[in-house]
């Protein structure tokens, strides 16, 4: 039910039977249609146990998208352990259960990279988180990882560039610059101004996992990790700040506040797709 997964969810149900799990933090979206035939629901919070467990370890699906979790950075550095318990609990639970014979995709998050001034790329980049949110997802990847081995799962890994499109759950840059653009005041207040991100729109992105999941680039016993992003050259907040602006047809006073501005952030989060784009050219 959250920004991706509606997306996720419309995309995959035009040809296959869907079930959703969600706690509901932010509501029953009004972009997914409950009546829709072929698609079930589970109000369920995946970092405790339940019936759903039960169905997984008893191969009720073919293939799981794990897409739950805290994402927002600002309330993972106030919440750590709600948000340990989110995106780290929630991952063990299926794992644990998982079979062999059913497809996993776990999305991580190019914010595991160490910060670079290049594209970070999978096989070569190192892995050093900044902030929580990203420590929780390295660890997340470290048991993908162990239980892969173990039990002999085929796990895929999708660390994401910035996603972008209607419907955030958490307005992020862009939902925050469009909510001040539409109050109608003369200027809008961002924090840092100079970081570089790619932005990739959630309805490709659910394209993307549609083919993966056709074409399941995975052996067993392994954990094949793809970034996920457009690979166009980054934007800097300022220059998409602009690049918005322009479309309302009057000048917009740009600020700086400083409540808005991260302590910690990096100059550039710029995820390589050459291995995807080799895949689905």
Not at 7 to 27: E, M, P, Q
Not at 32 to 50: M, P, Q, R, T, Y
Not at 101 to 106: A, E, G, R
């Amino acid at each position: 039910m959250g920004f991706i997964g509606t997306a996720v969810v419309n995309f995959l149900s035009i040809n296959n039977h869907i079930t959703i799990a969600d706690r509901l933090d932010f509501g029953v979206s009004k972009l997914i249609d409950l009546k829709k035939d072929g698609i079930d629901f589970f109000e369920v919070d995946l970092a405790k146990n339940s019936k759903l467990f039960d169905d997984i370890k008893n191969g009720a699906f073919d293939a799981i998208i794990h897409l739950a979790a805290l994402t927002h950075i600002p309330y993972c550095e106030e919440y750590p352990d709600f948000a340990y318990s989110s995106n780290v609990l929630s991952t063990i639970n299926i794992l644990s259960r998982l079979p062999k014979k059913c497809k996993l995709i776990v999305f991580s998050t190019s914010s595991t990279y160490a910060p670079e001034d290049k594209m970070h790329d999978e096989d070569s980049s190192d892995l050093r988180p900044i902030d929580f949110y990203g420590i929780t997802k390295k660890h997340v990847e470290e048991l993908m990882n162990y239980y892969s081995e173990k039990k002999e799962l085929e796990i895929l890994g999708i660390r994401l560039a910035n996603a972008a499109g209607y419907g955030e759950t958490n307005p992020k840059l862009i939902g925050t610059i469009l909510q001040q653009l539409h109050s109608g005041q003369s200027h809008v207040e961002l924090g840092n101004l100079t970081p570089k991100r790619d932005f990739i729109n959630i309805n490709d992105i659910a394209w993307v996992l549609g083919r993966l999941l056709y074409e399941w680039p995975v052996n067993k016993s392994k954990v094949e990790y793809f970034n996920v992003a457009t690979g166009h050259a980054p934007i800097s907040v300022k220059d998409l700040f602009y690049k918005i602006s322009n479309h309302f047809g009057k000048d917009i006073e740009l600020r700086v506040e400083k409540s808005r501005i991260r302590k910690i952030d990096r100059e550039l989060l710029y995820p390589n797709p050459a291995k995807l784009f080799r895949l689905l050219p």
